[in-house]
């Protein structure tokens, strides 16, 4: 076992789209287990845009994160020293952990995954919080019925791409939103989604739209807010229902004047529609409810997920700053080891 590891800390407050500086690496000593904990070994860590809003000293649903301490977020790891009986060395769990190769975590902040259903990283996404809200958010706000037409923009990306597999199954024409070509026919060729746009192509984004949705739209789930969001709303039908996930067109804007468009609520009025804004721990009690249907879903093979897997401890603030330019398909995750003990 090593005795000093590194960490990933905030070094500064971003301004705008974030950069490398705002990154610390520091060398730390590898932390011993007290009464109650377990020493775990990173695997994988998620990276997701809202944590750029944690980067920011405001009031939000979630603590910001601290200057000069680490940065943490959904961490599959490896128990590599034996629990109080609740884990044993080599088992696999799931927890929020810190940045940094080594961690020394509560028994009871861990969970134990089961890796015969599907690969340990996968319980970063698609059977993991990414799955999750994808399902509660559609299947609780957008709630899609058979004919009916849902637009998901952010579609290739690890929530959208899940949503729009739930909408087919659901019996919906589905409609993504994507940013360059592969991911077009990623959503057509592999999810069998009914259209696909990529905006950074089309000279009218409303002309394709309305194009790809002749009958409206009964669903918008979105996921990035600004312009492409302008353009859905004037295609909105009656009882439209829009689930608000994300608004990642906006995380970098310096100040609230740079993200001002188009009022909603004349259109909201008019088509009587219900647009609602959710966090996935809201729907805790019933996580189990969703993690059963989508273990059912993927075992029956109606669900299929993309990740776009970056290696190295090292390269975690590359693949950050990556999902702001649309790099990557899916989940994006960092692997940062193997496991000790084999299986």
Known sequence: MPESQQQIQLARRPQGVPKHEDFRFETISVPKPKQGEVLVKTLYVSVDPYMRGRMQNTK??????????????????????????????GDI????????????????AL????????????????????????????????????GETVVISG??????????????????????????????????????????INYKTEDDIQKAL????????????????GPISDSVMNLLNEFARIPVCGAISSYNAESEKDDMGPRVQSKLIKTKALMQGFIVSDYSERFPEGAKQ????????????????????????????????GKNKG???????EPSVKK
């Open 331 to 337: 989940k994006q995750l960092i692997k940062v080891s």
């Open 111 to 146: 969970r134990k995954i089961d890796t015969s259903i599907a690969p340990a990283s996968a319980y970063l996404g698609i059977l993991g919080m990414t799955g999750l809200t994808a399902y509660f958010g559609l299947m609780d706000i957008g709630r899609p019925k058979q």
């Open 294 to 325: 989508l273990a059912e879903w993927l075992k029956d093979g109606k669900l299929h997920y993309e990740e776009t897997i970056t290696e190295g401890f090292d390269k975690i603030p590359d693949a950050f700053l990556g999902l702001f330019q």
């Open 210 to 225: 309305a194009d790809a949705c002749p009958d409206g739209v009964d669903v918008y789930f979105d996921n990035v807010g």
């Open 60 to 89: 939000s649903y979630v603590e910001p994160f601290a200057l000069d301490e680490a940065l943490s977020g959904g961490v599959i790891a490896e128990v590599v020293s034996d629990g109080d009986g609740q884990f044993k060395k």
């Open 93 to 108: 769990v799931i927890g929020n952990l810190n940045w940094q190769e080594y961690s020394a975590a509560s028994e009871s």
């Open 155 to 196: 579609a290739a990306g690890a929530v959208g791409s899940t949503v729009g597999q739930i909408a087919k199954i659901k019996g919906a024409r589905v409609v993504g939103i994507a940013g360059s070509d592969e991911k077009i026919a990623y959503l057509k060729d592999e999810l069998q989604f009914d259209e696909a």
